[in-house]
């Protein structure tokens, strides 16, 4: 019986990393961005009765919320069995005093501190690389002292091509932060209209990607476009649109991303979120 025990634990042991990975199914989550509208006529607490409607559990909303502190957040979603693995924070507060961010990641129950735009005027820069890495490569230590993980979401305006064949400022951005305290969250869409093709990027920096941004680009709507900007008619319900989304979260759950945020940007996101969560929920690879 040892002996057979012993061959158990040893035959576990030998299973790769990506096969112990759990179903993307059980961490289908919302950005609260989806629900801008709401929030701003009838405030936070009518977004997250949205979200329990729809049996989402895992949130990504903002370390600060308007009227509301983090505790009462907190509150909020305890109170409707909701979590917030994840917020955003923005650029301007990674070069203040992070302790008042750690406080409210702390009271919010997030793991994960994600910035979610680099301030630039026209087209992206190699010093606004070099200057946003060192910012974040400093933020990222500072979180990790903290017991949290900070990272950056890409939104397309960063895969303006370099020197090297193949390469674009994306690249130099990633190579340049520290992968022991800086992870990347993925935008679907931003990257797949940027020009960049999301299952490359999650293969290339498999170690890097902790998160996805779920959402679609209308089939006849242009790409290839490194500018960070799409009219909102563009966005479309998940699995309506462009994105090959078999390969891309086949991918994504095969390198270990933890969590895959529905963000819906389109016009009538109370239609198109049942929408977006009912294809997630079916599909199968």
């Not at 096969?19 to 006529?41: E, K, M, N, P, Y």
């Not at 950056?152 to 990633?174: K, N, R, S, V």
């Not at 993925?186 to 902790?210: A, C, E, Q, T």
Request: charged share 20%.
């Amino acid at each position: 019986m040892k002996i057979n025990r012993l061959l158990v634990v040893m035959s576990l042991a030998l299973i790769s990393h990506h096969q112990l990975q759990a179903d993307f199914h059980d961490h289908i989550g919302l950005q609260l961005w989806s629900l801008r509208a709401t929030a701003l006529t009838k405030g936070l607490p009518a977004s997250l009765d949205f979200a329990k409607k729809w049996g989402v559990v895992e949130l990504e909303g903002a370390l600060v919320t308007p009227n509301m502190t983090a505790e009462q957040v907190r509150a909020a979603l305890d109170a409707r069995g909701l979590k917030m693995p994840s917020a955003h924070v923005q650029y301007a507060e990674l070069t203040k005093d992070l302790a008042p961010m750690v406080r409210a990641a702390k009271a919010l129950g997030v793991s994960y501190v994600i910035c979610p735009w680099i301030p630039h005027q026209g087209a992206f820069t190699p010093e606004q690389i070099q200057q946003a890495a060192k910012d974040f490569n400093h933020a990222g230590e500072v979180f990790r002292a903290a017991g949290l993980k900070f990272g950056y979401h890409p939104h397309g305006y960063e895969l303006i091509p370099t020197a090297t064949a193949g390469e674009t400022l994306l690249d130099d951005l990633i190579r340049a932060t520290n992968p022991e305290t800086v992870c990347y969250q993925m935008d679907v869409f931003w990257i797949y209209h940027g020009g960049g093709d999301p299952v490359k990027l999650l293969n290339k920096y498999s170690n890097r990607w902790v998160s996805l941004h779920v959402k679609d680009i209308r089939r006849a709507a242009p790409y290839g476009q490194p500018t960070g900007h799409a009219p909102d008619t563009d966005n479309v319900a998940v699995g309506a649109g462009q994105i090959n989304w078999p390969a891309v979260i086949g991918t994504a759950q095969k390198i270990g991303v933890g969590y895959y945020f529905i963000e819906d940007e389109t016009p009538a996101p109370l239609e198109n979120v049942p929408a977006s969560l009912a294809y997630l929920r079916q599909l199968k690879f």
